[in-house]
């Protein structure tokens, strides 16, 4: 992240130095993109957002003027393919029209990946799926990315059961939160699967991600959901403890996966005759919430939603029961319930604060 505000400072000065060179320009618009996706996960300042997005467009418009003279197809192309993402962005002032950008920038770069794998990304979110495939597909056989199999994974789950989301719409939030909540991803619900051709390009896709980004977040997220669905909890193990070596500088995903584990571990105990091995994997799971819980408390004075999005209260209520016969875990609860004052106020806790004071 720091990289990127250095990149993003010399880009400026260099805009300020020489306002026509393109090429800083293009910089800066991709820089914006790509810390508007990152601040997405953290915190929002939607208005430095929404300036971002207006200066990126300037700059491509500019850049845009500019062909055939000055710039060539490949960087028309891409420069075409920003401009609709900007327009497309959930944090612009509205979502403006954007598929001719993306048509003329597959017609001037038909062969160019990264504008196949943004186009892609646009049909897809227009639900025109059949085309954002071909895509994605088309990306892959020009070069393979990391990124390009993990989106073609989430299309074909998406093809399986078209009308399931993992984070359903919550008409007490504003729109712009229910697409915060979507990009977050935590998974409030897991569908059963059923392995079929789908479901097997689908895991294809994200092992085959994987393998090009080991550290990829999202592609083991992703995959750990398949086999939980799947009910394949060796495999959905083997992607979490791959998951925890990995390093995570956004506390959301911390969050997001030590949820998603401990939810694995309540299901295994589940599946246990031994009641040791039964209650091992329990407290390994009450474990994984507690460290959610640890770094959902950085998150949640910036977005109270969160408590909602994450299941905050049921979590703290799992805690609490299971803590009855362990101080350590009702201390936690305790310290974190008076840690965050909407949950100090929250009627549903006021019996657990009384009776800590007993």
Same mark, same amino acid.
């Given at each position: 992240?720091?990289?990127?505000? +250095? ?6 000065? /260099? ?7 393109? !090429? ?7 820089? #914006? ?22 200066? &990126? ?33 959930? #944090?612009?002032?509205? &979502? ?18 990264? /504008?196949?794998?943004?186009?892609? $990304?646009?049909?897809?979110? &227009? ?18 990315? +990391? ?8 299309? $074909? ?11 359903? /719409?919550? @008409?007490?939030? +504003?729109?712009?939160?229910? !697409?915060?909540?979507? !990009? ?19 895991? $294809? ?11 990829? &977040? ?8 398949? =086999? ?16 925890? +070596?990995?390093? @995570? ?28 091995? @039964? ?10 919430? /507690? ?30 029961? =299971? ?5 350590? =875990? ?7 319930? #008076? ?7 929250? @009627? ?11």
């Amino acid at each position: 992240m720091n990289d990127k505000f +250095s990149a993003e400072k010399l880009a400026n000065e /260099v805009r300020e130095k020489k306002p026509d060179n393109l !090429v800083a320009l293009t910089n800066l618009a991709f820089i #914006h993109i790509c810390t508007m996706e990152i601040s997405l996960r953290k915190t929002l300042d939607k208005e430095k957002m929404r300036e971002n997005i207006k200066e &990126s467009i300037q700059y491509l418009e500019k850049i845009q003027c500019a062909f055939p003279h000055h710039i060539d197809k490949a960087l028309m192309g891409r420069t075409l393919a920003f401009i609709g993402l900007f327009k497309i962005s959930p #944090h612009n002032f509205r &979502s403006q029209p954007a598929e001719e950008y993306f048509q003329r920038a597959l017609h001037i770069s038909p062969d160019d990946r990264y /504008v196949l794998e943004k186009s892609a $990304y646009h049909y897809i979110r &227009s639900n025109q799926l059949e085309q954002g495939r071909e895509l994605f597909e088309k990306a892959i056989e020009i070069k393979a990315t +990391s990124y390009s199999h993990h989106r073609l994974g989430s299309l $074909y789950l998406r093809m399986d059961t078209p009308t399931y989301t993992y984070v359903p /719409v919550n @008409k007490q939030f +504003s729109t712009e939160t229910n !697409v915060f909540a979507k !990009v977050l991803k935590h998974a409030q619900s897991i569908p059963p699967r059923e392995r079929n051709e789908l479901i097997n390009k689908a895991g $294809y896709h994200f092992e085959q991600s994987l393998e090009l980004c080991h550290e990829s &977040s999202a592609a083991l997220y992703d995959i750990i959901l398949l =086999y939980m669905s799947l009910k394949e909890y060796d495999n959905a193990r083997k992607y979490c403890e791959r998951f925890k +070596s990995i390093v @995570k500088d956004i506390k959301m995903q911390d969050v997001n996966f030590n949820i998603l584990f401990g939810r694995l571990c309540i299901k295994e105990a589940d599946g246990k005759n031994d009641e040791e091995e @039964k209650d091992q994997l329990r407290r390994t799971g009450m474990d994984r919430f /507690v460290l959610a819980l640890k770094s959902a408390v950085e998150c949640l004075p910036f977005n109270k939603d969160l408590i909602e999005i994450w299941e905050i209260k049921e979590i703290i209520l799992d805690l609490y029961e =299971y803590g009855n016969g362990n101080t350590e =875990y009702k201390k936690f609860v305790l310290e974190f319930i #008076h840690s965050v004052e909407d949950l100090a106020n929250d @009627k549903a806790f006021q019996n657990i604060l009384h009776e800590s004071e007993l």
